[in-house]
């Protein structure tokens, strides 16, 4: 595979060569040029090449666009580059025109004797012959645009990124970082993995508060004295950030993502993942002492530098040693800067990570690890560098612990995972403080409010939502973060933060005020679950009526609210006035309700969980019903199921769903179910409550015979009592025969 960079570099002095002097291709970009401004943008390109007018531009679109160009020569390398431009780049100026030279004495002199000479030259007069039609206008040179070539290093075989390092720990700095371009971020202390973390998050999703490295260094990452009982005896040794692997999944696949690690990894792997678009953190031992910072070359790893980085693309250069094509990985270093390091370098740090402690060199069983990740919602859009545009749900993703098997691995796993047991007790609430004494609060305002209330002044309660209601958003969020970060849960706290929400109004302030606040602690400190269901379909509608679906923020709310099993609070939600009014829950990824409905089944299945369950599948529409049905254990859903008239009415949406799709999956597993159970009397109310549903009284002939037969079969025992709606449902059944 060419170099793409060296290849874009040659194509763009090419193109400046032949733009100046083809007449096809300067007539072809001024065509191109709608609005006549001399310039030709990424956009403009797109809305040439994009035949199938599907958003994007793939590799083949733009091949065609070249042709038609007259540009048949562009390499396929640089094709695929410009149709991630026209794709992640809409604004970027590719072409603009060639500005007219100066006039100058010179030239107006040359002008002018020209002129003479040809005046001078001219002879007699002839008669006028007949006119002319009028000259076309003149066409202009073109050149490639200094926004192009600034920005072609970038043009890899990778995903679209910006070399400039922002501060990882500056919202003002962050807060206007958009999806679809990553942005480097440069690590203070040791939180390469929380960086690298943050990175891909906003790659992802935006700049939100939970992917920032303040927020996801409360939950995953600490300071502090680690005791592991090691094969050697009881070792104590001193933690300064380290990130499980497994810790940086779990919070990936609560805050909006499907993400999962693999150990034992090969290169092949990232590179297949890049091809898709989709950058992989990856676990390294880069030993600064004898290495660098900018390249890892020769520097045998030591176990005391893990570090965490983003592989980002790759693409094969000249290897100035071995002057040899090799492969280069393009990697985004929390430290703040995008590096190109050779493959045999890269394997030599990524291989094999130890740890040292008390001078000997443990094997974590960590070898080649990476973490992958994409968003949960399935219908997601993942562009890849060629242009193709990938579902997210498409793209498989290992298993979260994928790989993390034998006793090193798990011990190495368990070392840097039980590192974050230490963050709770670590807060610094004193911090806290100093910091919003500095923002200009005095000791009547939000400061002194929440010292008295610390104090046990419960007259502070009414003082503080005083003050939240004249105070803006800032102030509000301040209140209701510091209250979520009490230890206490005392219910006074969690009714003033529902209060504090409740007096925003839904649009710009209410979605400001969701930006400031980590929705994850918001759903587990709120006990009352009435009032957290609420809360969560305010959230849904801030969202829905922000994007026209849930994101982030909804995600995060409600996956906790499901692995707490906050069945009552999942109920509330679903009643919810701006829910039922709205249809909202019809804007939830299929995904997320399929999530919900497994995390509610995990263990002994409650009768409200079951309920719960019941009115989420109830509530979907035909389309999420599909989806959410594809990931479902169906049998294990109906054996936990003890309402034999839910089970019913969830059996007849499955035979109507077989009936409008023909994938009759999901009704034979439970009759397999049916079958299994001892009480006959069960298959009987069941298949009574399904088969007589309205809906279905014209479809039963679309059930599959051997289906109908099952169904028979189970209600055909003329030695026992049946119910009157088996009766009819069998009569109804046999008469298709």
Request: hydrophobic share 35%; with cysteine; charged share 25%.
């Amino acid at each position: 595979m060419p170099n793409l960079n060296d290849q874009a570099r040659r194509l763009w002095d090419k193109t400046t060569h032949l733009m100046a002097n083809d007449e096809a291709r300067a007539s072809f970009l001024q065509e191109v040029d709608k609005d006549k401004d001399g310039k030709v943008t990424a956009e403009e390109i797109r809305a040439q090449a994009d035949s199938n007018q599907d958003g994007f531009v793939s590799g083949a679109e733009l091949e065609r666009l070249a042709i038609k160009a007259q540009a048949g020569e562009f390499d396929k390398s640089t094709i695929k580059a410009m149709a991630q431009a026209a794709n992640t780049s809409p604004h970027l100026v590719l072409f603009e025109v060639e500005p007219e030279p100066p006039v100058t004495e010179e030239t107006l002199s040359a002008s002018v004797d020209a002129l003479s000479e040809s005046e001078a030259e001219t002879p007699a007069p002839e008669p006028a012959p007949e006119p002319a039609p009028p000259p076309k206008p003149a066409l202009r040179a073109w050149k490639a645009a200094e926004g192009l070539t600034k920005t072609e290093q970038s043009f890899r075989t990778s995903i679209p990124y910006s070399p400039d390092a922002l501060p990882s720990r500056q919202i003002e700095a962050l807060k206007d970082i958009k999806a679809g371009v990553l942005r480097v971020q440069e690590q203070v202390g040791n939180s390469c993995g929380t960086t690298s973390l943050s990175m891909l998050l906003k790659y992802h999703q935006g700049h939100t508060l939970e992917n920032t490295v303040t927020t996801i260094d409360k939950y995953i990452r600490a300071k502090g004295k680690l005791e592991i009982a090691l094969p050697t005896g009881l070792k104590s040794f001193d933690i300064d950030g380290y990130t499980a692997p497994r810790d940086i999944v779990d919070y990936a696949n609560s805050h909006g993502m499907r993400a999962g690690l693999k150990n034992n990894a090969s290169t092949s792997e990232l590179k297949a993942y890049l091809d898709k678009g989709v950058p992989i953190m990856c676990l390294t031992d880069w030993n600064f002492e004898a290495g660098s910072y900018d390249k890892p070359a020769q520097a045998k790893p030591d176990g005391k530098s893990a570090h965490w980085i983003n592989v980002i693309g790759y693409d094969y250069q000249n290897n100035p040693q071995t002057h040899k094509q090799e492969l280069y990985f393009t990697i985004a270093n929390p430290h703040g800067v995008i590096q190109q390091v050779s493959e045999s370098d890269f394997k030599q740090i990524w291989s094999k990570l130890g740890l040292s402690v008390g001078g000997k060199q443990i094997d974590t069983g960590m070898n080649r690890l990476f973490v992958a990740m994409v968003p949960r919602d399935s219908e997601a859009k993942i562009i890849a560098p060629n242009g193709t545009a990938y579902r997210a749900g498409a793209i498989s993703i290992p298993t979260g612990s994928d790989g993390i098997k034998g006793w090193a691995a798990q011990k190495g796993s368990e070392v840097m995972q039980k590192a974050g047991e230490f963050q709770q007790n670590l807060a610094n609430r004193s911090s806290q403080l100093a910091t919003e004494a500095s923002s200009g609060y005095d000791r009547n305002g939000v400061l002194g409010a929440l010292e008295n209330l610390w104090k046990g002044d419960p007259k502070e309660i009414n003082n503080l939502r005083e003050i939240a209601k004249r105070g803006g958003v800032e102030t509000k969020v301040q209140i209701i973060n510091e209250l979520l970060e009490k230890s206490s849960n005392r219910s006074a706290f969690q009714q003033l933060v529902y209060d504090i929400l409740k007096d925003v109004p839904f649009g710009k302030d209410f979605n400001q005020l969701l930006a400031g606040i980590d929705t994850r602690r918001l759903a587990s400190r709120l006990e009352n679950d009435t009032q957290a269901g609420k809360v969560l379909g305010w959230i849904a509608k801030s969202e829905i009526d922000a994007t026209g679906k849930t994101g982030p923020k909804f995600e995060a709310f409600s996956t906790q609210l499901a692995v707490n099993n906050r069945d009552v609070a999942i109920r509330a939600f679903l009643k919810e006035e701006n829910v039922v009014k709205g249809k909202l829950f019809h804007a939830v990824p299929a995904s997320l309700v399929r999530d919900a409905v497994n995390n509610l089944t995990t263990g002994i299945t409650t009768a409200g969980e079951q309920t719960a369950i019941y009115d989420l599948l109830q509530a979907t529409s035909w389309i999420q019903f599909e989806q959410v049905m594809s990931g479902l254990n169906m049998a294990n859903l109906a054996s936990e199921m003890d309402d034999d008239a839910q089970l019913g009415n969830l059996l007849g949406w499955v035979i109507e769903l077989g009936t409008k799709t023909g994938n009759w999956q999901h009704t034979s597993e439970i009759l397999n179910q049916l079958s299994g159970v001892s009480e006959f009397t069960r298959a009987d109310n069941v298949l009574g409550q399904a088969l007589g549903a309205p809906n279905l009284q014209t479809k039963l002939s679309q059930i599959p015979v051997h289906l109908r037969s099952r169904m028979i079969d189970l209600m055909d025992d003329r030695l026992r009592w049946r119910t009157p709606e088996a009766l009819k449902a069998l009569e109804k059944l046999q008469a298709l025969r």
